[in-house]
């Protein structure tokens, strides 16, 4: 009875409850899930232990990393207890966490996949020195030297990778303390020719026809309105200049507006072009950057060329946003 207590108090807990039907799809490892949950390492870590501890999940040491899953249903006299769960997990699905842990599992997954290092099979034709960072670095070779806004800048991870080849970034956020964060990254990382400013996506601390390329990088939708932001990304650049968005097609995951303060749950293909159209880019072009099955997210590229010389009217600025979570608005 004492053993009995022991396991219904460790599933009495919804994280360890969130963590089994997690592993019970899929084989995670504890960077992995702490990304899905949105909890410390630390935290993960000691769930992790109780659950192993208690025979409910084991591990597996595989490539220099090591993935958890959920222990088999005939494990150990415990296939009253898998049956129990599968079937509470199966009437969970529609809840609202549920759902939200399954798009950041889409995510990781996603990420996964894309790694060089980590996708495909046992028969998987190993090539020394892959690397995804390595080609998109070798495409920025081909590209003139030209001056970047980063509109919504985050961390800054993209914007040092602009400026490895651009002739100068100047990267844009409306948190103080991310473009500290990102200040320092580059500082570190020997990114010279970054400038950082302090500002809101519709309401640009940048002068009229200065930068040759704005990007804005899964910002759009934390845009109180982006049409008002596409004016402003138009405005500061010089002819011939391009706009490139890469932004979340249209999807119904509620949960970003509370943890990730976005205003507008993605972008119909339609929707996104007609932005750019109406605030005066032409050949504008809208495709697919990134999809998996089953993911609620599906990631859009678009670009759009300023043609003419003539200096567009600066946007009113829109009123106070609303208080966000400390850090960043957004997610890069």
């Avoid at 549920?98 to 790694?115: G, N, T």
């Avoid at 892959?130 to 080609?135: D, E, V």
């Avoid at 009229?208 to 004016?231: F, G, K």
Wanted: aromatic share 4%; proline share 4%; glycine share 10%.
């Amino acid at each position: 009875m004492k053993s009995a207590a022991t396991l219904y108090r460790l599933l009495g807990d919804e994280v360890r409850l969130r963590i089994l039907r997690l592993l019970t799809a899929e084989r995670l490892n504890v960077s992995e899930l702490t990304a899905v949950l949105g909890l410390a390492q630390s935290g993960v870590s000691r769930h992790l232990g109780l659950l192993k501890e208690n025979g409910l999940v084991h591990e597996q040491r595989e490539g220099g990393f090591t993935y958890y899953s959920a222990s088999g249903a005939d494990h150990d006299g415990l296939e009253a207890i898998h049956a129990a769960l599968a079937a509470q997990f199966a009437a969970s699905a529609a809840d609202p966490v549920v759902r939200a842990d399954e798009a950041r599992l889409k995510e990781v997954l996603r990420v996964r996949k894309e790694s060089f290092g980590t996708h495909g099979g046992a028969d998987r034709q190993f090539v020394p020195g892959r690397s995804w960072a390595a080609w998109s670095r070798a495409l920025g070779l081909l590209l003139p030297a030209l001056d970047v806004a980063d509109i919504g800048c985050g961390d800054g991870y993209l914007t040092i990778e602009t400026a490895r080849w651009a002739r100068r970034v100047v990267a844009v956020d409306r948190s103080r303390e991310v473009l500290a964060r990102a200040r320092e990254l580059a500082a570190r990382r020997g990114a010279g020719n970054i400038a950082w400013k302090r500002g809101e996506l519709e309401a640009l601390p940048l002068d009229d026809q200065s930068v040759d390329v704005a990007l804005l990088s899964q910002a759009l939708h934390h845009a109180e309105r982006p049409e008002v932001a596409i004016a402003e990304a138009v405005r500061v650049l010089r002819p011939g200049g391009r706009v490139l968005v890469l932004d979340l097609r249209t999807h119904g995951e509620s949960w970003v507006r509370e943890r990730l303060a976005d205003n507008v749950l993605g972008f119909d293909d339609r929707e996104l072009a007609s932005l750019l159209e109406r605030g005066g880019l032409s050949d504008v072009r809208v495709r697919v950057g990134a999809r998996l099955d089953g993911d609620p997210f599906t990631v859009l590229i678009a670009c759009g060329t300023r043609v003419g010389g003539e200096p567009l009217q600066r946007q009113a600025r829109p009123p106070a946003p609303a208080a966000v979570a400390p850090g960043s608005a957004r997610r890069r």
